[in-house]
């Protein structure tokens, strides 16, 4: 059993598939980074200073000013500010794939199609064998 795993694990598309969730594991974290440090900041400030992270709805009824305030004293919140960063987030990662995927699309020549196997019979118009010299229906003789 071992080595019918070290087999399946040692496979090119297996390990092309681990080489992929791990840079796409990294790729994520920068695409964090990206949102949260570098986009959100500007449309926070476009929209009055507001910090997507620290926006939440508190459930307890008291009053809190951050989030981080709100945790560490337990209180229920609704994070809606972050939830905001990861659509985002993810919206910009569905795109950078989707560009990927069509410039990987584009390099990647359509198969050639297959040759014919027949042809017409330039009499009866039927569909006959590539090679053949008569027509099995109309029994023409055809041009070599």
């Known amino acids: 059993m071992l080595k019918e ?10 390990m092309d598939m681990a080489v992929g969730i791990i840079i796409g594991a990294a790729f994520g974290r920068i695409i964090t980074s990206l949102v949260a440090d570098v986009i959100m900041p500007p449309i926070g400030v476009l929209l009055g200073k507001v910090d997507f992270s620290n926006l939440f709805i508190n459930l307890s009824g008291k009053p809190y000013d951050t989030l981080a305030a709100a945790k560490a004293a337990g209180v229920a ?26 410039q990987i699309n584009r390099w990647s020549k359509p198969p ?4 014919s196997t027949t042809k017409e019979c330039p009499y ?7 090679k053949a010299t008569r ?10």
Request: hydrophobic share 55%; charged share 10%.
């Open 5 to 14: 795993f070290k087999e399946f694990a040692m496979r090119g598309n297996v």
């Open 77 to 102: 919140t609704i994070n809606y500010g972050v939830f905001l960063n990861t659509v985002i987030d993810f919206l910009i990662v569905a795109f950078v794939i989707f560009l990927v995927v069509r």
């Open 112 to 115: 050639a199609p297959p040759a």
């Open 124 to 130: 009866c118009v039927s569909s006959i064998p590539i």
């Open 135 to 144: 027509c099995p229906n109309c029994t023409s003789q055809l041009a070599a």
